[in-house]
């Protein structure tokens, strides 16, 4: 039973990255999944929630207009594109599924994590 993070890297500012997060072992295509980040030094904060469908997306507000939930419930794959990365968006990013029914930014509402995956954005 896990969640596997993936598509972390290097990328100058400026750049893009799309991240993955693959099921296995749980139910997927029911629950919302968020995506959180952890920068050095600082606690793990929201970064974007999709609906168990896909058609509904909520970013938190540094990354609105710049980063893209999407989702293949078929692959029990989630997906977050990120476009127009700052050195600011460098941090560990970690998906999760949520516990229950809805999406929420508060982590507490998600009890499957994905190991997070390392983005760093260099100036």
């Known amino acids: 039973v896990q969640l596997q993070a993936s598509g972390g890297g290097l990328v100058q500012a400026g750049g893009s990255l799309g991240l993955s997060c693959a099921a296995s072992g749980l139910a997927f295509r029911p629950y919302h999944v968020g995506w959180f980040r952890q920068a050095p030094g600082k606690e793990r904060d929201f970064v974007a929630v999709i609906s168990w469908s896909g058609a509904i997306t909520y970013y938190t507000d540094s990354v609105k207009g710049r980063f893209t939930c999407s989702r293949d419930n078929a692959k029990n794959t989630a997906y977050l594109q990120m476009n127009s990365l700052k050195p600011e968006d460098t941090a560990v990013y970690y998906c999760?599924?949520?516990?229950?029914?809805?999406?929420?930014?508060?982590?507490?509402?998600?009890?499957?994590w994905g190991q997070g995956t390392l983005v760093t954005v260099s100036s």
């Open positions: 999760a599924r949520a516990a229950g029914s809805g999406g929420s930014p508060h982590q507490n509402d998600y009890n499957y």
